[in-house]
């Protein structure tokens, strides 16, 4: 367990590092004006299913997570910049089957956590082409209820995807931007400390990710010191393929196999921050 | 039918009690020995390990505890369950067997639920329609879809006896003989393959007044795990658990006897009994009393004893001179 915290905070502390303190470094050098400093609060509705191999849906999750977050962003005279950083927390609905095949009903407690850093090219009038690179770290409980055990699993990967932006002024003060993230990644892990078994690391199948989000912006112009805000709603859909299987073991005896399963997740969201640039 | 399967899922919520247990019901005080030539040497090494082997020996016999579905996880337990399962059908299909010619059989195929077949062999030996002694059934599994896994192979269920209340309640007796030949439990991550037989015992007065007993000469299991192969070897195994009311619901009584071959212990055999029972009260995971012994090489020796419902303290006599060395306390869920 111990283990699993320390894999998941150091590479995110890593990511922050850059997202935080080395990417504004970069940028302030790079000819860019002064960033903004953003916070944001929300919720969001999360769905989580996984299925067999034959397409069997063997779990179903669903809840609200509230949502919290820090944004770093600004504008460089060639390109928007962006790093942001999302802790979204609470409790899902679990619907879904044992080991045994027994229908199966309990909670899962959820942590998930996001660091991307994002770029935007204008290309035209109010259109800009994107990319961005993100890692997750997600912490999922299953709780056991009965005789039914259940245990604490830990997910990290990475995304990259490639955006479309467009952005039209509303008022002399308020502009709406709508945006859509297309990509995936390699596969990344997942740690599980099962009941019967020691800890064991399961190797994730490649992820596709489709994000869509619609903000609006009040404030200060992008180009002037002071406060602005934002609102916005979004939608995320992310696909995991199925992993290998890997031996499970205990007390070097091996005690059975597991996998991870494909899995989607959908999540519905709304959030608002406040900016103050510098 | 309904009380059967009650039966018959205490059996299968009761599978850390069996692994913990031994006996079979007999209460004569020697385990049985293997021989010296295939005994397992029991020391400082590996005497947490050979527990583990020894007391979960069974557990895929009896499994009480299942997992919620994260991360598709596989175990062995699932020809046994099926067993179980035909047995407790096998006087239904003598009953609802169409009149025939005394001695005959007949041949139909079901379909499984989630895909493949049963091909179903009735032998009604005396063609009265009723569960009688020496009437069988005969299954060949083809792609049988069973709890999440394809069985493949032949599984064949003999009666030896079917009395009591047993279609619409309690008090009933079942007993029946399970020879698995090359039935084959084939999921994403595991095959398992089980040869050999059994005879399993229930006697069920109510929902926590049963028993049920395993009685096995010889029965073989081999299990691919993500592609790591073990197997184990079942030999003069009894085991045995008792379910009791309480005030408060139900104690859990388990023993075992017999002895037990593995690849992780290089092929070689220990053996197993429990001088105390193992006791579990139903709204624990493990055992809080009871006391197992393993026998290996030499004399060498563990001693198992529920500490707690959590703790379990293992001692070793390494040396076989009476006195344990080193000993150990353990959480359970290390061991089971």
Redesign the interface.
């Known amino acids: 367990m111990l283990a699993t915290k320390a894999f998941g905070w150091s590479a995110q502390r890593w990511a922050v590092s850059v997202c935080l303190i080395v990417l504004p470094s970069v940028v302030a050098a790079a000819d860019c004006g002064a960033p903004g400093l953003g916070a944001l609060a929300g919720a969001e509705r999360s769905q989580w299913e996984?299925f067999?191999?034959h397409g069997k849906s063997?779990?179903r999750e669903q809840g609200t997570l509230k949502v919290v977050g820090l944004q770093v962003a600004g504008q460089c005279r060639t390109l928007d910049w962006s790093a942001n950083w999302t802790l979204s927390r609470g409790e899902r609905d679990?619907d879904?089957?044992?080991?045994?095949?027994?229908p199966?009903q309990?909670q899962s407690r959820l942590q998930a956590q996001h660091l991307a850093v994002q770029a935007w090219l204008p290309v035209r009038s109010g259109w800009s082409m994107g990319s961005q690179l993100g890692y997750r770290h997600i912490e999922?409980d299953?709780a056991?209820k009965g005789?039914?055990?259940?245990?604490p699993?830990r997910f990290a990967y990475w995304q990259a995807a490639l955006g479309a932006r467009y952005q039209a002024v509303l008022g002399a003060r308020v502009r709406l931007t709508a945006s859509a993230w297309l990509g995936g990644g390699p596969g990344g892990r997942?740690k599980?400390d099962?009941?019967?078994a020691d800890p064991v690391t399961?190797n994730l199948g490649s992820s596709r990710l489709l994000a869509l989000g619609l903000e609006l912006e009040g404030g200060e112009a992008a180009t002037q010191a002071g406060w602005s805000w934002q609102a916005g709603v979004s939608y995320r859909r992310e696909q995991t393929s199925?992993g290998?299987?890997?031996?499970?073991v205990?007390?070097?005896?091996?005690?059975?196999?597991?996998?991870?399963?494909r899995f989607v997740q959908r999540h519905w969201g709304g959030t608002a921050r406040v900016t103050y640039r510098f | 039918m309904l009380k059967v399967r009650l039966a018959l899922t205490l059996v299968?919520?009761s599978t850390i009690l069996v692994a913990c247990g031994g006996g079979g019901g007999d209460d004569s005080p020697s385990p049985n020995t293997p021989l010296a030539a295939t005994q397992a040497p029991i020391t400082s090494a590996n005497y947490?390990?050979v527990t583990?082997?020894a007391l979960?020996s069974n557990a895929f016999l009896l499994?009480?505890?299942?997992?919620?579905?994260?991360?598709?996880?596989?175990?062995?337990?699932?020809l046994i369950?099926f067993g179980q399962s035909q047995l407790s059908k096998t006087p239904g299909r003598i009953a609802n067997a169409s009149v025939q010619a005394v001695g005959a059989t007949q041949t139909f195929t079901e379909q499984c639920a989630g895909g493949g077949t049963l091909t179903i062999v009735d032998n009604d030996r005396n063609g009265n329609q009723q569960a009688d002694a020496g009437d069988s059934v005969s299954l060949t599994a083809n792609n049988c879809s069973f709890?999440?896994e394809v069985l493949n192979g032949q599984l064949s269920v003999t009666l030896n006896s079917a009395t009591g209340n047993f279609e619409s309640g309690y008090p009933y007796t079942l007993s029946g003989v399970l020879s698995f030949q090359n039935l084959t439990a084939q999921s994403?991550?595991?095959r398992v393959v089980a040869n050999g037989s059994m005879t399993m015992t229930v006697d069920a007065r109510s929902d926590f007044n049963q028993s049920v007993a395993l009685a096995i000469d010889s029965f073989a299991v081999s299990?691919t795990?993500?592609?790591?192969t073990?197997s184990q070897t079942l030999t003069k195994y009894n085991t045995s658990l008792k379910v009791s009311p309480t005030g408060s619901g139900a104690d859990w009584t388990s023993s075992v006897r017999g002895i037990l071959t593995s690849s992780?212990i290089d092929s070689k055999s220990v053996s197993i009994d429990t001088p105390l029972s193992f006791v579990r009260s139903g709204n624990q995971?493990y055992p809080a009393s009871g006391q197992a012994i393993i026998l290996g090489a030499a004399g060498s020796k563990v001693q198992v004893t529920a500490i707690s419902s959590t703790t379990v303290k293992i001692d070793l006599d390494a040396d076989g001179n009476g006195t344990y060395e080193t000993s150990v306390n353990k959480v359970w869920?290390?061991?089971?």
């Not at chain 1, 205990?250 to 399963?261: D, F, M, S, T």
Request: zero cysteines; hydrophobic letters at 40%.
């Open positions: 996984e067999d191999a063997l779990v679990y879904g089957v044992t080991s045994t095949q027994a199966f309990t999922r299953i056991g005789n039914v055990l259940g245990y699993e997942v599980l099962l009941p019967r399961l199925a290998p299987a890997k031996t499970l205990r007390n070097g005896i091996p005690v059975g196999a597991a996998l991870q399963p | 299968a919520a947490v390990a583990q082997e979960s499994d009480a505890t299942s997992l919620v579905v994260g991360a598709q996880v596989s175990d062995s337990s699932t369950r709890d999440g994403a991550t595991t299990r795990y993500a592609g790591v073990s992780t995971a869920s290390e061991i089971l």
